[in-house]
């Protein structure tokens, strides 16, 4: 079953305006742990930000923040003030605990996100 | 802070050879590294977890004598690809779990390698 889905495979947005992907999660864990990361077309996987299950507050870091609804197992990203430099792939993911212990991500199928001038 | 490498970025290799693959976390110590796999406009599958001192772990449907997994360090991990093949082609990307990550258990994650077998 699919844990996380980010259900816009593709966004656009206009340079200097705000944009939110979308990110919706299942899991039956108390505790657990939501990250956003951001992949250019390098490759390379970029931390963007994290929310625990148990943070009262939702995270921000600089122009990210993470839009936290618990209830409605909701955690969507909202980057401020686009650049062209935040065109990319942007991947939510999910820490999971297994049975044995194990922690380990889980990614939902990404955002393609293009800013234009 | 928090960087990690992956050497080499980019190999082509001919088919039935053998290739290693290093993540080095560079200014953090990793008792945990993780390594995926990522097809052309896919999402990160992951491969294998691999501790520190112990075997690695790996996820249902990877061949564990294909895929060597060596974490030799605290700073270190390999990934041998063994007679490798033209479906092994495929984007690696490793990532490291600080020791001390503070409870949030942040991964981060190497620029990736490029396996292309011919």
């Known amino acids: 079953a699919q844990k996380i889905t980010q259900t816009q495979p593709g966004m656009f947005v206009q340079e200097k305006e705000a944009v939110t992907l979308d990110c919706t999660y299942d899991?039956?864990?108390?505790?657990?742990?939501l990250f956003w990361y951001k992949q250019p077309s390098s490759g390379e996987m970029i931390f963007l930000i994290y929310?625990?299950?148990?943070?009262?507050q939702n995270a921000t870091e600089g122009r990210y923040s993470l839009n936290f609804q618990k209830a409605r197992k909701s955690a969507n990203l909202v980057i401020s003030a686009s650049q062209l430099g935040d065109s990319a792939m942007y991947f939510c993911?999910?820490?999971?605990?297994?049975?044995?212990?194990?922690?380990?991500?889980?990614f939902g199928t990404g955002t393609r996100l293009l800013v234009s001038p | 802070g928090a960087v990690v490498s992956q050497h080499p970025s980019r190999v082509i290799c001919k088919s039935g050879t053998s290739v290693k693959i290093e993540c080095r976390s560079l200014?953090?110590?990793?008792?945990?590294m993780f390594w995926y796999r990522q097809f052309p406009k896919q999402s990160l599958m992951l491969m294998a977890t691999?501790?520190?001192?112990?075997?690695?772990?790996?996820e249902q449907g990877v061949e564990k004598d294909k895929f060597l997994i060596n974490h030799a360090s605290l700073t270190l991990s390999t990934l041998t690809v063994t007679s490798a093949h033209p479906e092994d082609s495929s984007f690696y990307i490793c990532?490291?779990?600080?020791?001390?990550?503070?409870?949030?258990?942040?991964?981060?994650f190497g620029p990736g390698t490029r396996l292309t077998v011919l």
């Open positions: 990532s490291a779990r600080p020791t001390n990550s503070g409870g949030t258990d942040t991964q981060y």
């Open positions: 899991t039956s864990d108390q505790s657990y742990g």
């Open positions: 929310q625990g299950s148990y943070d009262e």
């Open positions: 993911a999910m820490r999971e605990r297994e049975n044995t212990g194990f922690q380990k991500l889980v």
């Open positions: 200014d953090f110590q990793a008792t945990t």
């Open positions: 691999s501790n520190e001192g112990s075997k690695a772990t790996y």
